[in-house]
């Protein structure tokens, strides 16, 4: 991988092709992401898509074409799965921040965040041999955060994960997004392509194509008032995200709950 000049992307892939024997897997791939972008790659088991992440993060080397990053740009990958080790969650996470160089107090800070975020606390000092799928799942996310880079590559970020769990790291990634940070995620489940891409591609055959534009959706912001009911299934203060067409239907059950807008925007 090279560093590029000045860009008005974040992230440039030019004409990659790559191979396994005489199977093509990527056959001239390209495309280009900028800040505040998601990219969601989708389509089918084997179809390229964990190897176009890889090549992008420097794994793979594709036999042909290039990939850029903009000068200066920090950049963090998060994998499908973490290897088995034997020590704690915390020392691992540890470990991978002082890779990015990060002064001690502020690393520790931003893992006690991270982890009160992901519902991962409990679990700081469990070997990671001994986590849950999910719970590794959210480990390898924290050590992708740490260091706040500017482009996250995600395979499978929430694979595994909990249902309660999975909100909010569906609402920590779209802060993210609407932050200035940009996001290369392979995903296949259709409502965590709806909540987190801006842009979504399809690998087929070898082929990189852009699919139509995912339905708009809203992010609202409330607040409980002294009247506050408990809220439905799956919401949670102090925000949702929802698609455009359950828009008025929101709104009205808040305050109908006792609940103050404080907040209503559009995300795409």
């Not at 088991?45 to 850029?68: C, F, H, Y």
């Not at 995903?187 to 082929?207: F, K, M, N, S, W």
Request: positive net charge; proline residues 7%.
């Amino acid at each position: 991988m090279k560093e590029g000049k000045a860009l008005a992307s974040i992230l440039t892939v030019s004409h990659v092709t790559h191979r396994f024997g005489r199977t093509p897997l990527l056959q001239d791939v390209s495309l280009t992401v900028t800040a505040g972008e998601a990219a969601v790659l989708t389509g089918a088991n084997g179809a390229g898509k964990s190897t176009l992440v890889r090549i992008i993060a420097g794994l793979l080397r594709p036999q042909r074409g290039e990939v850029t990053f903009a000068p200066r740009l920090v950049w963090q990958w998060c994998p499908d799965s973490l290897p088995l080790e034997a020590v704690s969650t915390r020392t691992f996470l540890t470990e991978c921040g002082m890779i990015s160089t990060l002064p001690a107090q502020v690393l520790r800070q931003q893992i006690r965040t991270l982890a009160d975020t992901f519902q991962l606390t409990p679990y700081l000092e469990t070997p990671l041999r001994h986590l849950s799928k999910g719970n590794r799942q959210k480990a390898a996310l924290i050590q992708a955060l740490l260091g706040q880079p500017q482009l996250l590559l995600l395979d499978e970020p929430l694979s595994g994960i909990d249902k309660d769990a999975r909100p909010r790291i569906i609402q920590y990634l779209q802060n993210y997004r609407a932050a200035g940070g940009a996001l290369v995620v392979i995903a296949q489940e259709p409502a965590v392509i709806q909540q987190l891409g801006t842009t979504v591609y399809r690998l087929h055959d070898g082929v990189l194509s852009k699919q139509a534009a995912a339905a708009p959706r809203y992010r609202i912001r409330f607040a409980p008032t002294a009247a506050a009911q408990p809220l439905p299934h799956g919401w949670s203060v102090p925000v949702i995200n929802v698609p455009a067409a359950d828009h008025d239907h929101a709104l009205a059950a808040l305050l109908a709950r006792g609940y103050t807008i404080t907040e209503v925007r559009r995300e795409n």
